[in-house]
């Protein structure tokens, strides 16, 4: 391959109807609030595990409705309950957790 | 997305073009990029429709490029547009007509801000006279040549030799069709159909028997952006916008691209060898990739001039599969002769793009 001395990178753009949306709807029946997330990263904000590890409730919602892997943040999770006390939706976000890592 | 309303919006941008008596400024780099473009729309204006048009050996640059690099200021621009002004003045015209894209947008822009800073315009007058004792007077109408090969579509297609038509399967040629971004992403209204329905070259497409194809980048940047081509280390992010488009479209199977700005041609065609290159991918069929025109070379096309006299050897990727397609007759042989048929070598061709 010609070295160019530049190369190129891959889009960022999510193509909708590529992602597998199937393992989100599944944990979406389980755990029906997880639809009522409005990504307003509360959840981020108090997880005492999310400064030194990326752990974020809104990041794994988002990861999922994009088909993307959430196992090591998921592995992050102390399970505290901290985030489903500042959720202000109200979405059991521990219970989501769990009921995610029993789906994978 | 409901077309029809598509089309309702499209025509309620329609500019209102005069349609003689033009005075043309050539552009600084297409003569190099794509040779035969520029001499193609005056030989369609004068010899094919018998229009007016008028050049003068004394144009310069527009200050465009150098003004977009960030390497002269706008004033310096201003003062070398209102001498191009001034020779317009002088020769007698009032509708002027740049052939290229970034000129136009600067043309555009420098007009817009006279009309809002008058004592700009003011001190510019001061500047041209001080520096060469001319004077000027603002042109009445300013169009892109897309927009004068648009006005004259329906005459064109009156004469046509070929259309975009597949004449052996008789269905519509695929043609993506791209705008420059100097050419109504700054000033909306100065362009056929605004920002976001760029009507010029689909209603070239639309006349000429094509079927305009919609993909989702359809109004990205080509990825020339000035900073990031010319700068090296930027380049990652020109070849990056361009890869992106390519992978949009090609699920669409276009058999063509047409382009109305200098630099997008260039750079949806030489990249699609960088990215071949690269990544091993081709876009068009066979291993061959998609070729890339003006609009002024479709438009040759369409009326029967002989490709190699439009330059289309000079392309990267290879023109054939198209002309196959249109049903135009070419010598292949001819590919790379010089005049008289005078053997001036063939190029080198790439192994990672089918080429002739
Ligand atoms: S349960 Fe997990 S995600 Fe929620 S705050 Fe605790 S560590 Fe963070
Ligand atoms: S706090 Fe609740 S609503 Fe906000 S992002 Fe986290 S889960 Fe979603």
Redesign the interface.
Known sequence: MTDFGFSISKSATIDMDAVDMELYERVCRQVPSARICMSCGSCSASCVAAPYSGMSVRKVILALQRGKDVRTMLSNCMLCGKCSMACPRGVNTRNLILTVCRNL | MIYEGKKRIWSEYQKDIPDDHWYYVRSCIRQNFFPASERMFTEITRNVLGKDLYETPHHTTCGGIAYHCDTLPQETAMTIVARQFALMTEAGYENYVPSCITSFGNYAEILETWEEFPELEAKIRENLWKACRREFQKPKYLAHSSDLIFHWRDAIAAKAKHLLVNPHTGAPLRIVEHIGCHYAKMFPSKGEGGAEYPYVLAGMIESWGGEVVDYPERRHCCGYGFRQYHV??N???S??NT??KF?SMEPYHPDAIITNCPGCPYFLDRWQY??A???GKTYGENGFGIPVLTYEELAGLVLGYDPWNLGLQLHQVAVEPLLDKMGVDYDPDAKYLGVNREDIMRPELPKSIRCY
């Open positions: 090296k280390a380049r990652g992010y070849i990056s890869y992106k992978e960088v990215i290159e690269q990544t």
